[in-house]
């Protein structure tokens, strides 16, 4: 469970003007960046299900989740009536609706021990990651807008590197950072690469010799340090200089090596239904992911 607690609306109707029925398709509401939304995203197109994705921009993703009724934070998946927050009860949603291609394995102790790692690689790694991810990034604008605000493009990206100081100042507040977190979220980013080494299989994966929801949790949650090429959206920070203190870390342990082979592996095509028009509002709520 990633940061925060599941929450499930029945009957709630998407936002006005999408143009989505609450009872077709699955839509994912999501943050193009973001760790927990790329868990979501990597589950959908592994199962291959066709889906509608309507990104928000950082900031402005909470009143659109406080609309919704599932919590403050994306991803917001509408799925069969229902709108779904968080990425594990989202996950398991999918598993219940779409069986195929399971993350879950079928053996009951083996299934336990994946839930298990998912569960301590969500509540353990991935808040310290995207601490770091951002702390790393935001002395750098041009960084933080491409990472963070892809989607941002002639004046609208003029206003933004102007605004940037509130920005700046908006991400350190929500995401509590200071000198004191950045040094836990190190240790715990080590605590979680001592649990993998004990954990990882002879076969590569987390469980057994396949793939499961431990191995795409505890990628996805690393993602944005690592920049692996099959990530789906920008990646501006691939190798960039600022984030080698965060991958040198990561190296320690051979989750540089082992998240790359996973995206090779694993990160198949995109199941997503083109044609539908990514959110493109004001940059005046920009602030931290979630």
Known sequence: MQAGISTVSRGRAPAAGTGVSANSVPVLWHLKVSNYNEKVRW???YKAIPHVRRAEIPGRHVAVAKRFGTGTTFPVMQLDGETIGDSTAIIAALERRYPDRPLYPSDPDERRRALELEDFFDEELGPYARTLVVHHMLPDAGLTLGAFFPDLRGPRRVVARAMFPGIRRRFVSSLGISAESV??????VRAA????????????YL?????????????ALIAPAVAPEQFPYPQPQRDHPR????????????LIEWTRNLYAFHRGPSAEIRGTPAAAGPVSGAGAPA
């Not at 040094?183 to 715990?188: G, H, Q, V």
């Not at 690469?193 to 590569?204: D, K």
């Not at 984030?243 to 051979?254: F, I, T």
């Open 207 to 219: 469980v057994g010799d396949r793939f499961t929801v431990a191995d795409l949790t505890l990628a």
């Open 183 to 188: 040094e836990r979220a190190f240790a715990k």
């Open 43 to 45: 589950a959908l197109d």
């Open 193 to 204: 690469g001592e649990r993998f080494r004990s954990e990882v299989q002879p076969s590569g």
């Open 243 to 254: 984030l080698a203190p965060v991958r040198e870390v990561l190296d320690e342990y051979g």
